[in-house]
């Protein structure tokens, strides 16, 4: 009698276990396959004063201030465009070294900033090396929405 309730012991646990790894596997897979939607009003920016709806559904940043050169490092950030579309913000610009010198190959945060130059978030990005009096493009990529930001400031990381 024993051994035969020993028996039955197991069986209960090694059932036990294999429920608890079927219910963590289902856990895990729905948890993948939620996609994560940043809701508007958490980027900091409440209304859409400075971007404008393009017809295939793209917002485009109109601020006046994004339209300014920024500096940095001996480099001239310009032609600035920020995007959204699809739950994806992309930051397209130019980049040329004034330098006589190599410049670039590391880590820059974009602070975003609102119309009253509060800073909302920290975008991370990098710029490639530049050759003396090259020129580069700066991409960068985030589904976090700014794309109603007023401007940004370059730090390096």
Known sequence: MDVERKRKIV?????????????LIIIQVVGRN????????ETGIQDEKYVEKL???TRKN????????????GLIIKNIEITE??????VVADIEN?????????GIYLKIKNDKGEEIKQI?????????KGTSKLRIKTSYDFANAYDFEIVKQ
């Open 62 to 73: 109109t601020s006046s201030k994004l339209k300014e050169n920024k500096e940095f490092n």
């Open 124 to 132: 991370a990005g990098y710029i490639s090396y530049i050759e003396g």
């Open 55 to 57: 017809e295939d559904g």
């Open 11 to 23: 069986m209960i646990g090694a059932l036990g276990i294999i429920l608890l790894l079927i219910i």
């Open 85 to 90: 579309k699809g739950n994806e913000t992309e």
């Open 98 to 106: 004034t330098k006589n010198v190599p410049e670039g190959d590391y």
């Open 34 to 41: 939620k996609k994560e939607e940043i809701p508007k009003g």
